[in-house]
């Protein structure tokens, strides 16, 4: 198949510049105590996640929900398994104690209620659940307040039967994209002091903290760096978007959304067929590869809408490529992507863990 023939709207990914990617973030993590544990959850494709496992340096992976995890489990991929994020509400606990007895699995954990829960269902089916720590580390979003009030959760875990106390994870998601690097370094190690300083504190009152994980695409290389983070849980580093090109980061954009133009009205307008349910806007509108001049100027549900210089010849049938601002938010809407060299499509990737996969069941 040609690029030409895939049908509209689609997500193209250049393999070659995903894999350039891939390998440069691993070639940062070799030979260094700190390790990398991908995030799952910025393109939810099990072709993508094999990749970066293959090219080393990996912890394991890193997923976002239960169902996320469940995908990473039914398609053979066997690494241990990291839920960052918290897992609460009906049966989610309970599925997680089924993936423990098929796979390693490690879940966040921020408050008594959760930790009761995940043991409660590990308990019932026999298995022990690997729990992290989630701590707040400024990001106004999950995690229990460092110091105290997270070692005694450490603690109850530690002595829970069900659950197996493996780390301490805290994610400085309100840092990972300050555009210059020279005020997102000093930012980040700071906002890292407070989940190194409470692991410190866990460990002097004897708890075991084997895992510290924290880290993202644009921090990877700073919070990466300390002395004490043992896993970096980056993802969009993979792909990249508008949003993380606008930092001094060494990766490609190698994910666009290929679109037709539909229509052109005017000399300085033209609609092509990737809207809202094509590409994620909450980072702003996706930018237009390669036609000097043209920008975004709204989509709407199956609409962007372009303005374009006069000059440009862009009419109906010709096909464009649009950047997106955001990428999880974007995979998510789609089916497949098609991985690209060139002009032609080498492979059709399932992006198998797309929308929430409980409401259509494996
Ligand atoms: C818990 C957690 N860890 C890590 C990341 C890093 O992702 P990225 O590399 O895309 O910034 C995210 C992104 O939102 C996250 O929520």
Not at 271 to 288: F, I, T, Y
Request: glycine share 10%.
């Amino acid at each position: 198949m040609k690029l030409s023939e895939i049908p509209t709207p689609a997500l193209v990914v250049d393999a070659a510049a995903m894999q350039r990617n891939i390998d440069r973030m691993a070639a940062y993590f070799a030979g260094r105590a700190c390790k990398l544990r991908p995030h799952f959850k910025a393109h939810k494709t099990p072709e993508i996640a094999r990749r970066q496992l293959l090219a080393g340096q990996c912890t394991g992976l890193t997923c976002a929900t239960v169902g996320e995890a469940e995908v990473v489990v039914a398609e053979g991929i066997e690494t241990e398994i990291l839920i960052a994020n918290e897992v609460v509400g009906p049966g989610k606990a309970a599925r997680v104690a089924a993936l423990a007895r098929r796979s390693r699995i490690v879940v966040a954990v921020d408050s008594e209620y959760g930790a009761a829960d995940l043991a409660e269902a590990a308990r019932a089916a026999a298995v022990e659940i690997g729990v992290v720590v989630d701590v707040n580390v400024g990001m106004p979003r999950c995690g229990i307040a460092p110091g105290e009030d997270a070692v005694a959760l450490a603690g109850r875990v530690a002595e829970t039967p069900g659950l197996l106390l493996r780390g301490m994870m805290g994610y400085e998601g309100h840092v990972v994209g300050i555009a210059d690097r020279a005020d997102r370094a000093p930012r980040a190690e700071k906002t890292m002091e407070r989940l190194l300083s409470t692991v410190e504190l866990a460990r002097g009152r004897g708890l075991p903290v084997d895992i510290v994980s924290a880290g993202g695409t644009g921090t990877y290389d700073i919070t990466g760096a300390l002395e004490g983070i043992t896993e970096v849980q980056a993802g969009s580093y993979v792909l990249m978007d508008t949003a993380y090109a606008r930092l001094d980061l060494p990766f490609e954009q190698a994910l666009s959304v290929l679109a037709t133009v539909l229509s052109r009205p005017r000399p300085e307008q033209c609609a092509a067929d990737a809207g809202l349910k094509a590409c994620a806007v909450d980072h702003g509108n996706p930018e237009v590869k390669g036609v000097p001049g043209a920008s975004v100027l709204f989509l709407s549900d199956e609409h962007a809408t372009i303005a374009l210089p006069g000059e440009c010849v862009l009419a109906p049938g010709d096909r464009i490529e649009l950047w997106p601002s955001h990428i999880d938010p974007t995979i998510n809407l789609h089916d497949v992507l098609y991985a690209i060299d060139g002009d032609e499509v080498v492979a059709t990737w399932p992006v198998a863990a797309r929308g929430y996969i409980e409401q259509r069941g494996r």
